[in-house]
């Protein structure tokens, strides 16, 4: 049974880091391209990076250069790390894994406020 269960959200001040981890079970998690989506009150869903099974990452614009995303296979677990947050990155963030289907977390919180 797939599972993908995220961590590490939560209330920051602008300005300061944070790391989410989502660890996946009941999967063959190399082969998977992983992903890091948000959503805001009133938004739609947007991606915020992904990393193919071989490494290669992938940003929006608005986080390149604060985002990086990484993956630990031997953890079955990928990461977020998010530097510099502004108010404009508060939403629920949501792990994704996609080979043929994709597949969903429940999401964490990252409310960035002062």
């Known amino acids: 049974q797939l599972q993908l269960v995220e961590s590490g959200g939560g209330l920051v001040q602008p300005g300061v880091s944070l790391r989410l981890s989502c660890a996946a079970s009941g999967i063959i998690f190399s082969r998977y391209t992983l992903g890091w989506y948000r959503q805001a009150p009133g938004k739609q869903r947007e991606l915020v990076a992904n990393?193919?099974?071989?490494?290669?990452?992938n940003y929006a614009d608005s986080v390149k250069g604060r985002f990086t995303i990484s993956r630990n296979n031997a953890k079955n677990t990928v990461y977020l790390q998010m530097q510099d947050l502004k108010p404009g990155d508060t939403a629920v963030y949501y792990c994704?894994?996609?080979?043929?289907?994709?597949?969903w977390g429940e999401g964490t919180q990252v409310t960035v406020a002062s």
């Open positions: 994704s894994a996609f080979c043929n289907n994709i597949y």
């Open positions: 990393i193919a099974s071989g490494g290669r990452t």
